[in-house]
């Protein structure tokens, strides 16, 4: 499985941004899918995860009601809606396929990660 994540930029502090991730091969339609990022010096961390029907949806506390992950029609693709952004979300935003359906935050629980898309968000 290949994953081809797009939409990331530059934008100002409270701007919005549309992630999208999407699958290279229709194994990944069984399996949940989620988001991480990784600012420069810092670990890698969780951001939001969603099942493969796309009905089950986990978010870290620090993006809860800014970020909405979605998977319309429990396709191979997945998207993040970032608002309200803020300068410390700045990072390389990472998609990934989990092993299993159920949405996880658990990074050892995913098999598949694209290649990153820069997020970068000014003050």
């Known amino acids: 499985v290949q994953l081809q994540a797009s939409g990331g930029g530059l934008v100002q502090a409270g701007g919005s941004l549309r992630l999208a991730c999407a699958a290279s091969?229709?194994?990944?339609?069984?399996?949940?899918m989620g988001w991480f990022r990784q600012a420069p010096g810092k670990e890698r961390e969780f951001v939001a995860a969603?099942?493969?029907?796309?009905?089950?949806?986990v978010y870290a506390d620090f993006v809860k009601g800014r970020f909405t992950i979605s998977r319309p029609n429990a396709k191979d693709t997945v998207y993040l809606q970032m608002n309200s952004l803020k300068p410390e979300d700045t990072a390389v935003y990472y998609c990934?396929?989990?092993?299993?359906?159920?949405?996880?935050?658990?990074?050892?629980?995913?098999?598949?990660w694209g290649q990153g898309t820069q997020v970068t968000v000014s003050s």
């Open positions: 969603i099942n493969w029907r796309g009905g089950d949806t």
């Open positions: 990934a396929v989990a092993l299993g359906s159920a949405s996880t935050s658990n990074a050892d629980r995913y098999r598949y």
């Open positions: 091969r229709r194994t990944s339609s069984n399996n949940a």
